[in-house]
């Protein structure tokens, strides 16, 4: 049973970070600016976890005083930050061009590491490097759709790079 509550949980959280995307695009037909999406998609994600956390597990919003700054400083930097740069790119670039930054933005936080922090990039950097950019279009290459297999449920439950959205393909440059 817990085995298959955590499978729902990741591809739940898969099929969501993977649609990101889709519904900043579909929200700025109506709103244009990144930051009022982000505010939502915070708002919304907030209130969802924080309901599912008092229903499941209400030990979980206990937060100790002394811990507020940092997860305000890292709500900020480490959240707010991030999802308006990716939601800009959503909405100032393509689609595919703003997945693309998704998956390689690892890269080039490794090189300004080594550039400006003076850290040096180890073998076990640029493996995790590798393995994290090319995350968004290895799997694309290992399906290849046949007559049988354009049935199966798991692209279409599944929102990874391997999905046949036209912007998933896009970004992998992979044609089927």
């Known amino acids: 049973m817990k085995e298959t509550r955590a499978v729902l949980a990741v591809l739940t959280g898969a099929t969501l970070l993977g ?7 579909a929200i700025y037909r109506y709103e244009g600016d990144p930051m009022a999406v982000v505010t939502w998609r915070a708002l919304i994600g907030a209130m969802t976890l924080a309901a599912l956390l008092a ?13 507020l700054p940092f997860f305000a400083l890292y709500g900020f930097i480490g959240v707010t930050l991030n999802f308006w740069a990716y939601f800009s790119a959503v909405k100032f670039t393509t689609l595919a061009v703003a997945i693309t930054l998704l998956y390689t933005y690892p890269a080039f936080v490794a090189l300004m590491s080594a550039l400006f922090l003076r850290e040096r990039i180890t073998s076990t950097k640029l493996l995790a490097v590798a393995i994290r950019s090319s995350s968004g279009c290895w799997p694309r290459s290992a399906w290849r759709p046949t007559a049988s297999s354009a049935s199966a449920p798991w692209p279409v439950i599944h929102p990874g790079p391997w999905s046949s959205t036209p912007s998933r393909r896009a970004a992998c440059s992979w044609r089927s």
């Open 55 to 67: 229903l499941f597990q209400p030990t979980l919003l206990r937060i100790r005083a002394r811990d």
């Open 19 to 25: 649609s990101l995307g889709a519904w900043g695009r």
